[in-house]
Every structure is written in structure tokens, then in C-alpha cells.
T-cell receptor, first 111, second 113 residues
């Protein structure tokens, strides 16, 4: 079935470091892909999305490119801030229009 | 500002108790969802509703039921709570055919003793 696998955390970084969180997917066809973020004490919110191959989603300095050759949608940010500390979830839209989520990656950024 | 509101942030219940988790959205969305969030497992879909009084089982419906009597309100019911239902419960909503973006509440952390 359609599913996503994302790198396990936790990830701890210093401010201004480069962040990559890997996400690969298994799917029939080319599903829409998403990154959601959950800040401490809050619900999830959409960070960025891509709906077709080679699309690049971007928001708040984060980027992810939909790569069908490698079935990946890795999340990157060039210079993280303490305020980026959160749990990040990769997700894909299944054929039944529901979302399947990865396990989540906890990111902590230290000043 | 769009909003999904879950009635209780923290609940502590005893094994065998009946538990109600309430969720209200103000976006006139057709679709509403209940997920549970557990460390290392991500979010798993419990139930989904695409209209008033309509529901579908998600990936892990056992031990749960739902009610949707009004478009804006979606309730999750644990008929007889068990310790393995200790978890964070997240409600979400979306429009019927949208882009797949879900709007989430802040979550309800349930502890069953």
C-alpha cells in the first residue's frame, strides 16, 4: 500500500546549521506529498507540499523536491533557528484521498 | 482565523470508563478525521467522516466509535477505555476534494489508568 518512511530522530543541531530530513515513499502512481510540522504543545500544520514529480514546495525557508526517480521528498533548510525546533512529519495522499503519515522526526535546535 | 477546537487538552480516566472526545471546526469542512499519535508510529487514522451521519473506519478503528450529528462537530468515543488507548488524539478537518491539506486541533492527551 501507499506509505512513507522518514529518518528516525531525534536530530539535534546548532543554530545556523543545515538541516535535512529524509523521506521516501512507496506508492502506486504519483501521489501528492506533504511535510507537516508540530511545534511544542500545538497541533500539526502544513509546512509545504508538492503535487507532481519535480515540483518543489517551499515555506519559511524550508524546501522539498518531489523526486520520482528516487521516490523521495527530503526536507531541507539551509540555516535553522531555535524556533524551528519541532516534530516534522512526511505524508502522502493515498488513492482514497486520506493521508498516510511517517513516524515523525524530532528536531531540536540549540542556540 | 480558521480553527479546529478539541474540548479537552488532558484527560485521565480509569480502565472501563466511557470516554468522549469532542472536536469542533469553524471552516464548514465536509471531512473530519480522528487520528492517534504515538511515539515512533506517527499518526494513525482511527475514523473518518465525509458528511453528517456518515463515517468510515480508518486503519485502527478497534475499540473506538464516532458520532457526527452536526457538520461542525465530530466526536470520538471509547466505549470501555483500556490502558493501551493511552495516547495523544488529534482531530482534523478538510474540504471535500481539496488539496489534501488537513487542519488540526491541538490534541487531547488521554491517560487511562
Amino acid at each position: 500500500g501507499n506509505s512513507v518512511t522518514q529518518m528516525e530522530g531525534p536530530v539535534t543541531l546548532s543554530e545556523e546549521a543545515f538541516l535535512t530530513i529524509n523521506c521516501t515513499y512507496t506508492a502506486t502512481g504519483y501521489p501528492s506529498l506533504f511535510w507537516y510540522v508540530q511545534y511544542p504543545g500545538e497541533g500539526l500544520q502544513l509546512l509545504l507540499k508538492a503535487t507532481k514529480a519535480d515540483d518543489k514546495g517551499s515555506n519559511k525557508g524550508f524546501e522539498a523536491t518531489y523526486r520520482k526517480e528516487t521516490t523521495s521528498f527530503h526536507l531541507e533548510k539551509g540555516s535553522v533557528q531555535v524556533s524551528d525546533s519541532a516534530v516534522y512529519f512526511c505524508a502522502l495522499r493515498r488513492n482514497d484521498y486520506k493521508l498516510s503519515f511517517g513516524a515523525g522526526t524530532t528536531v531540536t535546535v540549540r542556540a | 482565523d480558521v480553527k479546529v477546537t478539541q474540548s479537552s487538552r488532558y484527560l485521565v480516566k480509569r480502565t472501563g470508563e466511557k470516554v468522549f472526545l469532542e472536536c469542533v471546526q469553524d471552516m464548514d469542512h465536509e471531512n473530519m478525521f480522528w487520528y492517534r499519535q504515538d511515539p515512533g508510529l506517527g499518526l494513525r487514522l482511527i475514523y473518518f467522516s465525509y458528511d453528517v451521519k456518515m463515517k468510515e473506519k480508518g486503519d485502527i478503528p478497534e475499540g473506538y466509535s464516532v458520532s457526527r450529528e452536526k457538520k461542525e462537530r465530530f466526536s470520538l468515543i471509547l466505549e470501555s477505555a483500556s490502558t493501551n488507548q493511552t495516547s495523544m488524539y488529534l482531530c482534523a478537518s478538510s474540504d471535500r476534494w481539496g488539496t489534501g491539506e488537513l487542519f488540526f486541533g491541538e490534541g487531547s492527551r488521554l491517560t487511562v489508568l
